[in-house]
Each structure stands twice: as C-alpha cells, then as structure tokens.
C-alpha cells in the first residue's frame, strides 16, 4: 500500500464511499460515472486536521477507520494545477481542491484478504470450547498456568488485534469481533459463570470475575485467530484446546469444564 507522501508524488488518493456512492461522513453522494474535474473550496491550514476541500487518503488509513464490508473505494486523480494540504498530525489523510474520479474498486479487490468475508462470517458457527468433562493431568496445567501471567486477556487481545490490524485493518478487525468474537464470549460465559460463582465467590469474591472474564476473552480471540488463520499462538490457548476454565483461588487452580462442572483442582505451590 502507497504511503501518504506516495500518493501525493503520484497525485492521487483514494476514498471509501457506501455502496450507493454516497460519503458515510458528509453524506454527499458522488457521480460515479462522472470524469470531469470536480472543484470545491480548500481549508489550506495543514493545523486543522479536517477541513474543507475533497478529503483523500491511504488504503491503510481507509482500512483502519472507515472501511466496512458493504461498500466501495473509488481512486481519484488530482490534476497538476490542485492545491493539496497535508494535515500536520495526519496519519494517512490529506485533502486538496481538484479531483476527478480515476477508477472504482470493489473491497476484495483491493483487500483479497477478505474475499468471500461475509459468506464466511455468515456460515460460521462458533462453539463453546469449554467442553471438558475429565480433569486434564496436573502437572500440564501447571506448566500451562507458570507462563499464564495476570490480565492474559489483555495480552492476548493486544497480540492479536495487532496482527489482525496488519491484515485487514482495525476497523474490519472490529467487525469480525463483533460476529465472531461476542457470539464465543456470550456462550462461554453462559455455559461457566454461574456455576463458577456459585463453587469459588465466597472464597476471592471479584477476582473470580477477573479471572473468568480473562479466559473468556481468550476463548474469543483465539477463535478470531482461528478465522484469519493468524500465525499466532499462546499459552492460554492450551487451555481452550483442553477445554477447561482455570480459577486460581488461594494458591489453588480449580478446574472446570463442560457447562461449568467441577472437574477437581491442583495446588500450584506442590512439585
């Protein structure tokens, strides 16, 4: 993908627009059979990060702010005698006075990443992955548990949001999260919470919370993983391919598995 300082060599940008050729900010809608040059007044202060004037960008910067699976990208021109003001805070935006209308592009084409993204998204059917109905052999809990630090949920959305950011962008990464991500957490945390609370919360109170919401947001991240095959790994996500929910509590790991069962506990402190 062109840098800004690129596009601006080249003389051209590009903008994300709804399928109807219509400007999900300004809702203007464009002509998109049109070539000829369009003109519109130009706010040429490069301190004002919007302004007036045909606002362009990178692929990069339409991809983590704007870019939705319904819609379209349209490549513009802009003729020699353009104006054109690069914010001094821009990270991917510019706008300038003249353009024309280049070239339209579907999503795919431009992200083959996300082809066939709605289909799959549609017929994918994420599934609890607490599903354990043995107690798995202690010591790999344990090995598992010495390099699981505290707030894993945080580290492991980091890490993949980051990679998925390089993938498709953050906002399609937040859409994906959106359908895949918040179906995973809503059947885990139905299957386990209550009988979690129900075994732990008078011994820790809210740390059982943190602990539980922590792994389910594992459980969802490594299926968004999963879905964009992301070379990525960590790990707490052996503890979803056993199918278990850990909960330290006073030194002690309690284990649970399918619909919050009870499978037994290991005491972290013993070799």
Same mark, same amino acid.
Request: charged share 25%.
């Given at each position: /993908?062109?840098t800004v300082?690129?596009l601006i060599? $080249?003389?051209?940008?590009?903008? %994300?627009?709804?399928s !109807?050729?219509?400007?999900?900010y300004?809702? %203007?809608?464009y002509?998109?059979?049109s070539?000829?040059i369009? /003109?519109t007044? &130009?706010d040429?202060d490069?301190?004002?990060d919007?302004?007036?004037?045909w606002n362009?960008a990178?692929?990069k910067?339409?991809s983590?702010n704007?870019?939705k699976f319904?819609g379209i990208?349209v490549?513009?021109?802009i003729p020699?005698t353009?104006q =054109?003001?690069l914010?001094d805070?821009s990270n991917?935006?510019?706008r300038?006075?003249?353009?024309?209308?280049k070239? &339209?592009?579907t =999503?795919?084409s431009? *992200?083959?990443?996300l082809k066939?993204?709605?289909?799959?998204?549609k017929?994918?059917?994420?599934t609890?992955?607490i599903?354990?109905?043995?107690m798995?052999?202690? !010591?790999k809990i344990?090995k598992?548990m010495a390099?699981v630090?505290?707030? @894993?949920g945080?580290q492991? #959305?980091?890490?993949?949001w980051a990679?998925?950011?390089d993938?498709?962008?953050a906002? @399609?990464?937040? $859409?994906?999260?959106? $359908?895949?991500?918040?179906q995973v957490?809503?059947?885990?945390g139905?299957?386990?919470w209550? $009988?979690v609370?129900?075994?732990v919360w008078?011994q @820790?109170?809210?740390q059982?919370g943190?602990?539980v #919401?922590?792994?389910v947001w594992?459980c969802s +991240?490594?299926?968004?993983?999963? *879905?964009f095959?992301?070379? +990525?790994?960590?790990?707490? *996500?052996e503890l @979803?391919?056993?199918?278990i /929910?850990?909960?330290n509590?006073l030194?002690? *790991?309690k284990?649970f598995g399918?619909?919050?069962? %009870?499978?037994g506990?290991v005491?972290?402190?013993?070799?």
């Amino acid at each position: /993908m062109e840098t800004v300082q690129e596009l601006i060599t $080249q003389h051209k940008g590009y903008k %994300y627009l709804n399928s !109807n050729g219509i400007s999900p900010y300004q809702n %203007y809608a464009y002509d998109l059979k049109s070539r000829r040059i369009m /003109m519109t007044e &130009l706010d040429t202060d490069p301190s004002h990060d919007c302004g007036s004037g045909w606002n362009l960008a990178t692929l990069k910067w339409i991809s983590d702010n704007c870019l939705k699976f319904d819609g379209i990208i349209v490549e513009c021109s802009i003729p020699k005698t353009a104006q =054109i003001i690069l914010p001094d805070n821009s990270n991917g935006k510019f706008r300038t006075d003249k353009i024309k209308i280049k070239k &339209l592009y579907t =999503i795919e084409s431009l *992200f083959p990443f996300l082809k066939d993204i709605k289909t799959r998204l549609k017929d994918y059917k994420p599934t609890n992955p607490i599903m354990a109905e043995t107690m798995p052999e202690p !010591n790999k809990i344990k090995k598992i548990m010495a390099q699981v630090g505290a707030q @894993v949920g945080d580290q492991v #959305r980091d890490q993949v949001w980051a990679q998925v950011g390089d993938q498709v962008g953050a906002q @399609v990464g937040d $859409q994906v999260r959106d $359908q895949v991500g918040d179906q995973v957490r809503a059947q885990v945390g139905d299957h386990v919470w209550a $009988q979690v609370g129900a075994q732990v919360w008078a011994q @820790v109170g809210a740390q059982v919370g943190d602990q539980v #919401r922590d792994q389910v947001w594992v459980c969802s +991240y490594k299926t968004i993983a999963d *879905f964009f095959n992301i070379d +990525y790994d960590h790990p707490a *996500f052996e503890l @979803v391919r056993l199918g278990i /929910m850990v909960v330290n509590i006073l030194g002690k *790991f309690k284990i649970f598995g399918k619909g919050g069962k %009870y499978l037994g506990e290991v005491d972290s402190k013993k070799k």
